[in-house]
């Protein structure tokens, strides 16, 4: 099934988080400040935000001229507009039209971010993620980067505790950091020391680990090996009969690309469905795909809805994104409200776009990245950036 391919899925997670950072863009432009309550403030948004597309048109018209742009964009900004704030943030990041600044950067994103620009916030989560910044508490700190701040430090806490742990031989602190390694949680990742410390517990015996094991250097040789395929997905079949639910996830990819196992739909479905119920998000979401098109299940789009709801409620940026886009279409179209609250719909398209960047610490996509499929994956995000261009820069977003 084309769109449970992996690297498919994500070029269809990034084409809905492009449209709908565009439509975000669009918004704020067109729509003042809510509380905004005289005249006098309304007029001087609405300047703004024509400051605003007045830089748009140096950044994109005939007339090219990045230094002008951002004097438009810091007229904007400095009149506490959202949007010119990200511009100017977007311009000192690229060093367009003004000297390249990473810290003047995430000034300016944070100001945005604090206005609940979700694009402002997105980008911050991006920088988080890839480890290029590290959020500290300060003065100027709002709620929302408190927020990131704390995060931030749950993750490193967690990652040394299980550091702690695993140089005591602890074989499942070993499993714990590995996959932490694995998807860049509380530390830079690292396919090579993840895959270490897997051995580590997998040699110890725990199950999970020499699922892990056993998958992650099957792809690492490009899954050109029957018996390392075979061999990895009986010891994930064996971690899947004891319970663990991410080698349920695991196992239900095996049967879906019929790797070491024959190729089976229904077995694929249904031990995904075993990892959706212990609550993974993205098991959830993808057991909503598979009754979506009737993928070893019955086709049945209320179920659908209803794992989809699943992921989304817990944070699951792809399940938000998607319900939001499904509300926003249903309205236009006279179609049913999958959500029935265009309040909700808001809710979970912002929350999508801020929140997009964790797609990147998706177990499987980092899982099943070997080199050529890291390749493959930088060679996409290329051509979709091409290909979005023209509309990204229109709505100041640039899809980094």
Not at 247 to 272: C, E, I, N
Request: a neutral charge.
């Amino acid at each position: 099934m084309a769109q449970r391919d992996m690297w498919n899925s994500c070029r269809t997670i990034a084409g809905l988080v492009i449209a709908v950072a565009m439509a975000g863009g669009c918004a704020q432009l067109h729509t003042n400040n809510a509380g905004n309550s005289s005249m006098r403030q309304q007029v001087k948004q609405d300047d703004a935000n024509s400051q605003v597309m007045r830089g748009l048109l140096y950044v994109i018209g005939p007339s090219r001229d990045f230094a002008q742009a951002f004097v438009w964009f810091r007229k904007a900004a400095d009149q506490g507009n959202a949007l010119g704030e990200y511009q100017v943030g977007q311009s000192y990041e690229a060093g367009r039209g003004v000297k390249k600044n990473e810290t003047e950067a995430v000034v300016w994103y944070r100001k945005a971010a604090e206005q609940n620009l979700p694009a402002a916030r997105s980008r911050l989560r991006t920088m988080f993620v890839s480890r290029q910044i590290m959020p500290v508490s300060d003065a100027q700190g709002g709620q929302w980067w408190q927020g990131l701040v704390g995060q931030a430090a749950d993750e490193s806490q967690s990652f040394y505790h299980a550091y702690a742990a695993a140089a005591q031989g602890d074989a499942d602190a070993e499993m714990d950091l590995g996959v932490a390694y694995l998807i860049g949680v509380g530390t830079p990742k690292d396919r090579t020391q993840a895959a270490w410390l897997f051995r580590q517990a997998a040699e110890q015996g725990q199950t999970e680990a020499q699922c892990f094991f056993a998958a992650i250097s099957a792809s690492d040789d490009g899954w050109a090996i029957p018996a390392e395929m075979k061999h990895a997905a009986d010891l994930c079949q064996n971690a899947a009969n004891h319970g663990y639910a991410d080698a349920q996830l695991v196992l239900s990819t095996f049967y879906l690309m019929g790797r070491g196992v024959p190729k089976d739909t229904v077995q694929a479905a249904a031990w995904l469905r075993k990892a959706a119920e212990q609550g993974r998000p993205d098991a959830e979401f993808m057991l909503a795909l598979d009754y979506a098109q009737g993928s070893g299940v019955p086709k049945d789009d209320a179920q659908s809805i209803v794992w989809y709801r699943k992921a989304a409620d817990q944070g699951y940026p792809a399940a938000m994104i998607l319900l939001g886009l499904q509300a926003s279409i249903a309205h236009m179209t006279g179609r049913k409200d999958p959500l029935g609250d265009p309040a909700l719909a808001q809710k979970f398209t912002d929350l999508g776009v801020e929140h997009s960047p964790d797609l990147t610490r998706d177990l499987l996509p980092n899982l099943w990245a070997s080199r050529a499929q890291l390749e493959r994956a930088r060679q996409m995000q290329k051509q979709w950036g091409r290909i979005f261009a023209p509309g990204l820069k229109a709505m100041g977003v640039d899809g980094r």
